[in-house]
């Protein structure tokens, strides 16, 4: 075999550098560039993102806008997305054909006391899977995560009967208290708190630290974007939670926004539409501004939370 004998070529030090053209990448005999372009792609996407948040605020400007017209207007064919004559008494009407505050009120008390609950629950909780060594400690995580298959019409009848004997039947508490364990907010926060770095525990425990203060004062300051997503899924779920109610309440001065609505249909459905959406434009309203003022930590602890197994 012949040996390569030539001299190793080296660079010219008095050469000149490459300019701008050189640099260009080099395109491919067809005339595309060597990258492929993903412009198309992203055009597409854009076209889908703009596709699906059309569907999902039409219904919600067509609930808006039918607020504003008379009963015989809403009806009308071919339909029309700006309403004639703007019939603002309709939310007036909303306060003065049913005890509309009442509900509100009630679901606000219904839906905070929730939220209250499943923090402290699903925290106690979250932080005990999370952080402290116990005998089968995998083995319950893994059945407190199996309740989330379990549908509430399965455990229904049995919580009914518990809440009678214990004479909640007709009162708030038999919404609120039932409400406060969470799988789903243990199984966040656990996941939130294995994202937490040990040192920091471990530094806390050096100084004298109690298992209670390590708690309190470094777990739980360092979760709020997790809490915040607890919250704001528990209060949306149970601002609008329409079953357990219809189940446990009878009298009309306890029922909750949901309930409340349905009375505004009337008597076999003769009510105003138009009274009924304003009434649903009204109840959404605060559910709404919350996640617009929170929608960062809801990103931050969703992202967070599924970081580490």
């Known amino acids: 075999m012949a040996l390569n004998t030539s001299p190793p070529q080296t660079a010219d030090p008095w050469a000149e550098p490459p300019t701008a053209s050189d640099r260009r990448p080099r395109r491919r005999r067809d005339g595309r560039p060597g990258k492929p372009d993903n412009r198309v792609t992203r055009y597409l996407t ?18 808006f806008s039918t607020s504003l017209r008379t009963p015989a207007e809403s009806f009308t064919l071919p339909p029309k997305w700006l309403p004639t004559d703007f019939a603002w008494e309709n939310y007036r009407e909303v306060f003065e054909v049913s005890r509309f505050t009442n509900y509100l009120t009630n679901n606000v008390i219904v839906s ?11 925290s106690l909780a979250g932080y005990a899977f999370a952080r402290l060594k116990f005998p089968g400690r995998g083995l319950l995580f893994g059945l407190v995560l199996a309740t989330i298959m379990v ?8 919580i009914f009967i518990l809440i009678t004997e214990i004479g909640w039947a007709d009162s708030l508490a038999a919404l609120i208290v039932p ?14 708190f294995k994202t937490i770095p040990i040192e920091l525990a471990e530094a806390a425990a050096i100084d004298g630290a109690g298992e209670w203060q390590i708690f309190f004062r470094v777990y ?10 607890v919250a704001i899924l528990a209060f949306n779920f149970h601002w609008n939670e329409f079953f ?5 309440l009878s009298s009309p001065e306890n029922f909750t926004l949901p309930l409340g ?5 009337g008597y076999m459905g003769t009510g105003s539409i138009s009274v009924v959406l304003a009434g649903i434009v009204i109840s959404f309203l605060p ?22 197994g």
């Open 151 to 158: 549908p509430i019409q399965v455990t229904i009848v049995p």
């Open 179 to 192: 409400a406060w364990p969470t799988a789903f907010g243990t199984f966040l926060l656990r996941q939130y």
């Open 46 to 63: 854009l076209a889908l993102l703009i596709g699906a948040a059309v569907l999902m605020l039409a219904p919600l400007v067509w609930a």
């Open 244 to 248: 357990r109610p219809l189940i446990f």
């Open 287 to 308: 559910v709404l501004a919350l996640f617009i003022i929170a929608q960062r930590f809801v990103v931050e602890g969703l992202m967070r939370g599924g970081l580490k």
């Open 220 to 229: 739980l300051p360092l979760a709020k974007p997790g809490l915040a997503v």
């Open 112 to 122: 905070v006391a929730i939220v209250l609950g499943q923090l402290a629950t699903a």
């Open 261 to 265: 609505l349905v009375n505004l249909q």
